[in-house]
């Protein structure tokens, strides 16, 4: 495995900095989508659409949690050494 470049840093920094915001946004789309709910009584295919899309984020949520943990994981492993001192 080779060594990390300033250039596999910044596509590191980048990706992470991808998740976190994409994590953000579905933790910010959450309480949105419950005050719409809220407001559809009248609109029981709308609102359904919306209970479902709901679903799908918190599944999305869950996905960008591990996926942070995971590399959280690799990221402390390699400033440890890791096994060989690379990433």
Do not use: C, W
Request: charged letters at 30%; aromatic letters at 4%; proline letters at 5%.
């Amino acid at each position: 495995v080779p060594m990390a470049t300033p250039a596999s840093s910044t596509l590191r920094t980048v990706f992470v900095t991808g998740l976190q915001n994409a994590h953000a946004l579905e933790n910010q789309a959450q309480p949105l989508m419950d005050r719409q709910l809220g407001r559809l009584r009248t609109y029981p295919e709308i609102a359904e659409r919306l209970r479902s899309h709901r679903g799908e984020t918190e599944v999305q949520i869950r996905r960008l949690d591990y996926k942070k943990d995971s590399l959280e994981d690799i990221f402390l492993k390699a400033m440890e050494g890791g096994a060989d001192g690379r990433v």
